[in-house]
């Protein structure tokens, strides 16, 4: 090989080292915001109605519905699902506190975050089984009936074992999602999720609602 390409070739072998050298603690750091918690088949959703299934005092799964937000009801609740086919969803629970928009990207871009109402509702029925957690926050994406915009749907159990769900803008301009809550989105097929830009820190910014605060 002649010099000047040997050259050439070293240089850039030396630059992709350089690059990855730099690039792996950041994405490493990425890679631990999430924690895989469990994979859950969602079965066949027909001619869904939320209104119907989210009313106050109806039983989902063992435990009633205790509160609706007014952004839930305003933006969700009007209107039909349509069919839906089964398909998986999994369940990831923060490390650290995220914006929207940063775990939205880690997680694949709208088309990975975005469910069903239905879906949400069949979580919910499965209680601790479909992946909730009891003592956090639970939140999933889902694309509002009423203008078509990209909403934070978020449902927890209350000091009287009752669910109680809310919506929020997003991204919402002020809060973020704390560490130990649970988000679900379309199956993957990895334990851990490490694409996408940096999220939040723990002790950065304002955080959602949390377990037994009002919800909106």
Request: charged residues 20%; negative net charge.
């Amino acid at each position: 090989m002649p010099t000047a390409n040997r050259i050439e070739v070293i240089a850039l072998s030396l630059g992709f080292v350089l690059f990855a050298a730099t690039a792996q603690p950041a994405f490493a750091d990425d890679l631990r915001r999430l924690t895989f918690h469990n994979t859950v088949e969602i079965s066949h959703c027909e001619h869904f109605l939320p209104a119907e299934e989210f009313g106050i005092g109806k039983l989902i799964g063992t435990r009633p519905l205790g509160s609706v937000g007014f952004n839930f009801a305003k933006l969700l609740l009007a209107g039909e699902e349509a069919d839906a086919h089964v398909y998986a969803l999994q369940s990831w629970t923060l490390r650290y506190s995220d914006d929207d928009v940063s775990l939205i990207k880690r997680l694949g871009g709208e088309q990975g975050v975005v469910v069903s109402l239905c879906a949400i509702h069949h979580l919910m029925e499965m209680g601790e089984q479909g992946g909730n957690n009891t003592d956090k926050s639970n939140f999933a994406f889902v694309r509002s009936p009423a203008d078509g915009r990209l909403v934070a749907v978020h449902w927890f159990v209350n000091h009287a074992d009752q669910w109680a769900i809310g919506a929020t803008e997003v991204p919402h301009p002020h809060l973020d999602w704390p560490a130990g809550s649970r988000v679900f989105g379309h199956h993957r097929g990895n334990r851990e999720v490490g694409q996408g830009g940096p999220g939040g820190q723990t002790q950065a910014g304002a955080n959602r609602p949390a377990l037994g605060s009002d919800i909106r």
